[in-house]
C-alpha cells in the first residue's frame, strides 16, 4: 500500500475542524474516506451480513454442527422422494455394480485368481459382498458425511481365501465424548492424533449409540482401535479437514423450507373439498339438526343440504362462505426450488424427478457431462485412493501373510469404474472414431474412456478374428458389414 493512499485515508486538519463544528458531518466525512480503503463490496462496514463463526477451522465447525447436520439429512432421504432418488442416483453412478481391480505384477495372476473368491466372503456381517460393501460405503459417506470401514483379521482355520474381512460402521460408533489428552498423543472428538495432527487410533463403541434395546448398552464403553485397522471414508473440501460433512449440508434449509410450502398447500387443498359457513346473529332457528353447541368459536354441522335447493336461514343471522383462493406459480416455484436443491446436492433434475419434458438432447448431454466430470473427480480423488486402493493393499498383504504368495510381495493394481452409457451412442461413436482417423486420439485413449482394458480388448479381437479365419467365416462377415470392416488376408494367402 503506497504512502500517498495511507495519507489520503487518514483525517486531515480540514475534517477535524468539521468534526468539531458538526460530529455528525465529520463522521459522515470520516466514513466516506474509509470507503477508500475497500476494495470489495461485501467488506464494506455499511454491510449488515456477519457470519455466524467467523474464522472458525473445519474442524471446529464440523464439532459444532455435523451431528445436527447428519440427523437432519438422514431425514430428508428417509422422507422426500427426489432427494432419496438423486442420491441412490449418485451411488448408481459413483460405484455401479462395482469399482473393479486390474492385478498387474509378478504376483498379479495369483491375486486376480484369489480376489473373486474373497469378493463373496468380505463382508464380516455376512451381508453384502464387497461391491455392496463400496456401494453402502459411499451411500453413507454421502448421507452422513464419513463412514468407517473396520479390518477384521480372521484365523487360518475360518477356511478363508484370504484372513480378512470388512466391517461397515456408521460414523455413530466413533465416540465424540472423548477429548483428552493419551502420552504425547491428544483425543479429540474420538480421534487420536500424534504431536503431527496424524491420526493415529479411533475410540469406538462396540455397538452402535442408537441401539437402545441392547441391554449391554448402558455399561459399554469406548475402546482403542488403531489406525491402521480403519479405513474413514470422506471427501475433504478444506486444508487441515479431519471430519466429512453430509453432502446435502448446503441445501437442507431450502429442502425444509419445500416441505413446509407443500404440506400447506396440502393443507389448502383439503380446505377447497370443503364447505366451511361462519355465522352470526340469531341461531336460535337455526335448521333442524344443525346441532348448535353454542359459546364463542363453537361449531355446528349445516345438516343435509338439497342439491340445488334454497335453505331458508333465520332473520338476522349474517352468513359467510369460507372459499379459499389458489396461490398462483406454486407448480412453478416447487420446480425452481428442486432444481436449485438438485444442483447444490449433486445430482440432476431429471435423475430425482424423473421429469423429462423440458430436456432435449443438447441439454441432457451438457448437463450429463458435468454431472460425469463430478462424479469421477469423486471416484479418483476420493472413493478409489481412500477405500479401494487401501482394501486392495490389504488384501494382497493378508494373502503374503497367509503364505499364498511367495517371496517378496511384487504387485500393481488399476481400478476400472462403471462405464458411462451414451446420451446418443451413435453419434458419440462416429465422433471417436473420427478423431482415431484424423490422429487426434488413439483407440486405446478411447477405449480407457468407456472403461475397457485395451490390451484385453486386442487380444479378444485377435481370438476372435483367428477363430473366424479358422471357420471360413471371416470373409462373408466383412461382405456383411459392407466394407465397414477392412478386410484381413486369409490364411490360404486369398
Not at 12 to 31: C, E, F, K, N, Y
Not at 128 to 137: E, K, M, S
Request: proline content about 6%.
Amino acid at each position: 500500500m503506497s504512502r500517498a493512499f495511507v495519507q489520503a485515508t487518514q483525517p486531515t486538519v480540514l475534517d477535524r475542524l468539521i468534526g468539531w463544528v458538526s460530529p455528525g458531518a465529520g463522521l459522515q466525512r470520516h466514513h466516506s474516506r474509509q470507503l477508500l480503503t475497500r476494495a470489495y463490496a461485501a467488506a464494506l462496514p455499511g454491510d449488515t451480513w456477519r457470519p455466524k463463526r467467523p474464522n472458525a477451522s473445519a474442524n471446529a465447525d464440523h464439532a459444532a454442527d455435523a451431528p445436527t447436520l447428519r440427523a437432519k439429512s438422514r431425514s430428508l432421504i428417509q422422507n422426500v422422494e427426489y432427494i432419496a432418488a438423486g442420491m441412490n442416483a449418485r451411488v448408481a453412478h459413483i460405484v455401479g455394480t462395482g469399482i473393479i481391480p486390474k492385478w498387474g505384477g509378478r504376483h498379479g495372476n495369483v491375486l486376480a485368481d484369489l480376489w473373486p473368491q474373497w469378493v463373496k466372503v468380505a463382508d464380516a456381517d455376512g451381508r453384502r459382498d464387497l461391491y455392496g460393501i463400496q456401494a453402502a460405503g459411499v451411500r453413507a459417506m454421502d448421507a452422513d458425511g464419513e463412514v468407517l470401514i473396520r479390518l477384521r483379521s480372521r484365523r487360518m482355520s475360518d477356511g478363508l481365501p484370504v484372513p480378512l474381512q470388512l466391517q461397515l460402521l456408521e460414523i455413530d460408533h466413533l465416540d465424540t465424548t472423548i477429548t483428552r489428552g493419551n502420552g504425547n498423543n491428544a483425543v479429540v472428538g474420538g480421534c487420536e492424533v500424534d504431536a503431527l495432527g496424524k491420526v493415529v487410533a479411533y475410540w469406538l463403541w462396540p455397538q452402535h449409540p442408537g441401539d437402545q434395546g441392547q441391554l449391554r448398552q448402558r455399561n459399554q464403553r469406548s475402546t482403542r482401535v488403531p489406525a491402521a485397522e480403519i479405513i474413514h471414508l470422506f471427501a475433504p473440501t478444506r486444508p487441515g479437514q479431519g471430519r466429512g460433512f453430509p453432502r446435502l449440508s448446503s441445501v437442507i434449509p431450502r429442502a425444509r423450507d419445500l416441505q413446509l410450502l407443500e404440506d400447506a398447500e396440502l393443507q389448502r387443498k383439503n380446505l377447497e373439498g370443503r364447505l366451511s359457513v361462519l355465522a352470526s346473529g340469531d341461531v336460535a332457528g337455526m335448521a333442524e339438526g344443525a346441532q348448535y353447541s353454542g359459546g364463542p368459536g363453537a361449531g355446528a354441522s349445516l345438516g343435509e343440504l338439497a342439491s340445488g335447493g334454497i335453505t331458508q336461514i333465520p332473520a338476522g343471522m349474517n352468513v359467510t362462505v369460507i372459499e379459499p383462493k389458489a396461490a398462483p406459480g406454486f407448480v412453478d416455484y416447487c420446480k425452481y426450488n428442486i432444481h436449485l436443491i438438485c444442483a447444490g446436492a449433486g445430482f440432476t433434475y431429471e435423475q430425482a424427478t424423473g421429469d423429462m419434458r423440458e430436456v432435449n438432447f443438447s441439454s441432457a448431454r451438457v448437463r450429463l457431462l458435468d454431472f460425469r466430470r463430478e462424479i469421477e473427480q469423486l471416484q479418483w480423488l476420493t472413493v478409489i485412493p481412500q477405500l479401494c486402493e487401501r482394501i486392495c493393499a490389504e488384501f494382497a498383504a493378508y494373502a503374503a501373510l497367509a503364505g499364498v504368495i511367495q517371496g517378496k510381495l511384487d504387485y500393481t493394481v488399476e481400478h476400472s469404474t462403471p462405464k458411462w452409457d451414451h446420451v446418443n451412442p451413435s453419434q458419440d461413436v462416429d465422433a471417436d472414431l473420427a478423431e482415431i482417423a484424423g490422429g487426434l486420439s488413439s483407440i486405446s485413449e478411447k477405449l480407457r474412456r468407456r472403461g475397457y482394458d485395451p490390451k484385453q480388448v486386442f487380444d479378444e479381437l485377435a481370438e476372435d478374428i483367428k477363430g473366424l479365419q479358422e471357420r471360413g467365416i471371416w470373409d462373408a462377415l466383412v461382405m456383411l458389414l459392407k466394407g465397414k470392416v477392412p478386410a484381413q488376408p486369409s490364411p490360404n494367402g486369398g
